[in-house]
């Protein structure tokens, strides 16, 4: 889903400078808010990335009994640029807090700066915003992270499917990735191919081919390097597209490879079902929405300032275990993920370090 509305954008954004305001030795606690409007600037308001964050959203209003009202507003086509002018106009209504799906940082830098100029409440969630957007609060998943949980389920699976020690095995790794140079993807791959190499010292990861992000020409360009290296160790490519097409693929050809996935959509949640694919590592927007809602609303609810830093959000691993509690729980989705995600949500909503990482953190240094 990221990798499709990136490569929609056709346009550098303009960075515009900040305007600084005056420090103070010793803040004042303000009185605390009797209710709170979010407005989320949703990066596609279609499908079922939006639903997700919705669902989640509305479950941590209603976990703060009714006291914050949710606004949504966003594009019904992939359109970052439409997205950064929405936001512009949401501004404009004055809610207390905007959260902003953020699949194109470069392209919020300016209105970023517009909206903590007037002193708005700024969240952003799914990746961070640019280094110029000053002490920002992001709620968002370790990409790196997910990256190796994968790597870890890969490797595991290869043992038992080759009865042989990690640190024998060898073979090819293939690999693809639609968006290079997109952080959250090159993240995802790179703490996977991290993984593998330290695990198995003695596999060939290939250098990473475009697998672009439209799914037709994703499944002819795997379908081709599936065909070049059909007894490759396992494929990995941290695109939706590229998770969709290659169980497809393996299973035409009579393939047997362990794969993983870091979207989660129905047919994905299908794969795993049906045992093509063997994990989801998920990143959930769910519990991005919940935590940014719940997290940011309650400070001012209270009067305190909205925390600085990052809210990491825990990955889950979603298996042939709790695959059909999963399923099961996209049926009423507001309601069901609140449930299914509940242990991770209310220990990380109720166990907020006084002390939050710097968002400049997910973009991991290479290794």
């Known amino acids: 889903m990221l990798s499709r509305i990136w490569k929609s954008i056709v346009a550098p954004a303009v960075i515009g400078s900040l305007i600084l305001l005056p420090e103070t030795d010793s803040p004042v606690k303000a009185a605390g808010k009797d209710s709170v409007t979010v407005s989320i600037v949703l990066a596609l308001a279609a499908g079922e990335w939006s639903t997700e964050i919705l669902a989640g959203a509305n479950a941590a209003a209603k976990d703060l009994n009714g006291k914050v009202k949710i606004r949504v507003t966003g594009p019904t086509t992939f359109d970052p640029q439409r997205q950064a002018q929405m936001f512009l106009a949401e501004l404009e209504t004055n809610p207390d807090i905007l959260i902003v799906v953020n699949v ?183 519990s991005q929405a919940y935590l940014a809602v719940y997290v940011s609303a309650q400070s001012l609810l209270q009067g305190n300032p909205l925390p600085q830093g990052w809210v990491k959000v825990p990955h889950i691993i979603i298996d042939k275990d709790n695959i059909s509690a999963y399923q099961k729980a996209w049926e009423t989705p507001e309601t069901g993920l609140r449930t299914f995600f509940r242990a991770q949500v209310e220990a990380t909503r109720d166990h907020l370090p006084s002390t939050l990482p710097s968002p400049d953190l997910f973009v991991h240094p290479a290794e």
């Open 104 to 286: 194109a940082p470069p392209l919020f830098t300016q209105p970023a700066s517009e909206a903590q100029s007037r002193g708005a409440h700024v969240v952003w969630i799914s990746v961070p915003p640019m280094p110029e957007v000053k002490d920002p609060l992001f709620v968002g998943s370790d990409a790196f992270g997910m990256g190796q949980t994968a790597g870890a389920i890969v490797a595991s699976a290869l043992e038992k499917s080759l009865n042989r020690p990690a640190a024998e095995i060898t073979g090819d790794v293939v690999t693809g990735i639609c968006v290079p140079g997109l952080a959250v993807l090159e993240n995802r791959l790179a703490g996977e191919v991290t993984y593998l190499k330290k695990t198995m010292p003695k596999i060939n990861v290939l250098p990473s081919f475009n697998s672009t992000s439209d799914r037709e020409r994703s499944y002819a360009l795997w379908d081709q390097a599936i065909r070049k290296t059909p007894k490759a160790l396992t494929y990995l490519d941290p695109c939706e597209e590229g998770e969709e097409n290659l169980p497809k693929i393996l299973e035409n050809d009579k393939i047997n490879a362990p794969l993983t996935s870091y979207e989660s959509p129905e047919e994905v949640r299908d794969d795993l079902a049906q045992g093509t694919i063997t994990a989801i590592v998920s990143g959930n927007f769910f």
